[in-house]
């Protein structure tokens, strides 16, 4: 690739602070909540104008899907999350399990309460472009945004970027899966104008399990998902490609319906799974936002055509961005794996608890049995830089261990975990590897996290 010399050029230092959060998708949020109520001065910065990452921007509302009445969940940040916005009246019930979905637009508001009441200080519009290093050890980031390029120096700063994006830049190890093995990328959107009494009339006499995820992705399960109910949508749009409306070989179109309001309001509408688009490549990006957006039209055209209720159905909106799965991770001090978290694994330097709850690279478990695994430390921790730790589908693991980490209250399991652990650093006076972890367990506990 042709290649140009940039300038170099002295950068005005626009604030310092104790811990610096880069990203506030549910590891960031959680990171930098969490690391304000230790007391230490916390910075939040975000490329967009709101925070909540998957959640707000792209409209990803199930953040508890998984959970059932057996279920063992986590306990901290991620539970206020639902809790908040349910007090605001911005839930609705999921339609199967025991969970609720928030609604993303609400939760706008939740997460600026919840960073204003904890002392965060805040910075939107934000785009992390660069690290600032001392030796192995990062000492802050430089940004762009409209007040030009700027520096923010800090003790520690956690990398919830989803991408791993600053790890990367401070020269850190990752590993991404090849572009023809990741999950795909969805444009989420919405509609209004849905006859919900009629739509679930019709789902009711056609009831789906998650089994019927399996035409498409020959899903592995432990056996008991085949009865689960899921409000899963595929005979409607193989009935679009026996008619024409959608070509044949289209099999991107299908998915899931969630939060389906009085008001005639369907949201989070996952319905175009799309493979082939590495989310760090601009020009994967571009193409998969414009298909995306392109397969969305002919799916609504498919749901009015042959959808019972759907037929005044009208697009409401867009996620602010497509939705990202899969893309880089660190490898870490510990990397965790398929075997850890389909056997309940135990550890040390456990930060946090997670159900056996995995989705994604044709294996669906879900957490009816009460199964759980620790999540440690170790994924957090980047080899070879210091004061840097990572929170979010960025850290440490495998692929199938990335399909239950990815999941947004695991996200909020490691970024309360990563925003304790650099504050009780802080406090010791030791780099972040360096921690006693006893003593970021003790302030997690205080915290109201589950360990164990
Ligand atoms: C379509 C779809 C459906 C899904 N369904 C579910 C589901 O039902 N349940 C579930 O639990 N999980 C689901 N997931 C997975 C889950 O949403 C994500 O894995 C999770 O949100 C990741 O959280 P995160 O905090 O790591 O990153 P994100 O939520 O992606 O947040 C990252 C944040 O960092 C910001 N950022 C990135 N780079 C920079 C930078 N350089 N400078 C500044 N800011 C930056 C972004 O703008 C964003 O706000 C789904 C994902 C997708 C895409």
């Given at each position: 690739m042709k290649q140009i010399v940039e300038t170099a050029r002295k950068v005005p230092v626009l604030a310092e602070t104790d811990v610096l959060v880069v990203g506030s998708g549910p590891g960031g949020l959680a990171a930098a909540i969490a690391a304000a109520r230790e007391g230490v001065d916390t910075m939040l910065v975000e490329r967009f104008g709101c925070f909540g990452g998957t959640i707000t921007q792209v409209g990803v509302e199930s953040i508890a899907w998984y959970r059932y009445r057996d279920t063992v969940d986590v306990e901290g940040i991620g539970i206020e999350f639902e809790q908040r916005t349910k007090a605001m009246g911005g839930t609705t019930p999921?339609?199967?399990?025991?969970?609720?979905?928030?609604?993303?637009e609400v939760f706008k508001v939740v997460a600026?309460?919840?960073?204003?009441?904890?002392?965060?200080?805040?910075?939107?519009?934000?785009?992390?472009?660069?690290?600032?290093?001392?030796?192995?050890?990062?000492?802050?980031?430089?940004?762009?945004?409209?007040?030009?390029?700027?520096?923010?120096?800090?003790?520690?700063?956690?990398?919830?970027?989803?991408?791993?994006?600053?790890?990367?830049?401070?020269?850190?190890?990752?590993?991404?899966?090849p572009r023809e093995e990741m999950m795909g990328v969805t444009v989420v959107f919405s509609c209004s104008g849905v006859d919900r009494e009629q739509f679930l009339a019709y789902v009711r006499e056609h009831p789906t399990t998650i089994a019927d995820w399996h035409k498409d992705w020959s899903a592995q399960s432990s056996g008991k998902e085949k009865e689960i109910f899921s409000p899963y949508l595929g005979e409607i749009f193989d009935r679009a490609r026996a008619d024409g409306l959608i070509p044949r070989e289209m099999t991107s179109i299908s998915g899931t319906w969630s939060s389906l309001k009085e008001t005639g309001e369907a949201t989070g509408l996952n319905l175009v799974y799309m493979l082939g688009y590495d989310a760090t490549d601009v020009r994967d990006l571009t193409r998969a936002e414009m298909e995306g957006r392109r397969l969305v039209m002919l799916a609504i055209e498919a749901m009015r055509r042959y959808a019972p209720g759907w037929e005044k159905a009208r697009l409401r909106n867009f996620g602010m961005r497509v939705g990202v799965r899969d893309t880089r991770k660190i490898i870490g001090r510990y990397n965790i794996t398929e075997r850890d978290v389909r056997n309940q694994a135990r550890?040390?330097?456990?930060?946090?608890?997670?159900?056996?709850?995995?989705?994604?690279?044709?294996?669906?478990?879900?957490?009816?049995?009460?199964?759980?695994?620790?999540?440690?430390?170790?994924?957090?921790?980047?080899?070879?830089?210091?004061?840097?730790?990572?929170?979010?589908?960025?850290?440490?693991?495998?692929?199938?261990?990335?399909?239950?980490?990815?999941?947004?209250?695991?996200c909020t399991v490691t970024g309360q975990g990563a925003g304790v652990a650099a504050a009780v650093s802080l406090k010791q006076g030791v780099a972040s590897s360096q921690v006693d972890v006893a003593r970021v367990q003790r302030a997690l506990c205080r915290q109201g996290v589950r360990i164990d």
């Open positions: 999921f339609p199967q399990g025991n969970s609720d979905l928030l609604d993303a600026d309460e919840m960073v204003q009441e904890a002392g965060v200080e805040p910075l939107l519009h934000a785009l992390a472009v660069d690290v600032v290093m001392e030796g192995n050890a990062i000492r802050g980031i430089v940004i762009e945004s409209k007040s030009g390029r700027q520096a923010i120096l800090a003790r520690r700063v956690i990398d919830a970027t989803g991408d791993a994006d600053i790890a990367v830049r401070a020269g850190a190890s990752y590993r991404k899966t550890f040390d330097d456990a930060i946090g608890i997670f159900p056996e709850f995995i989705d994604g690279y044709g294996v669906v478990i879900l957490p009816t049995t009460g199964r759980y695994f620790q999540v440690p430390y170790g994924i957090l921790v980047p080899q070879r830089v210091e004061n840097l730790l990572v929170a979010g589908r960025c850290v440490a693991g495998d692929k199938i261990s990335h399909a239950a980490l990815r999941s947004m209250m695991a």
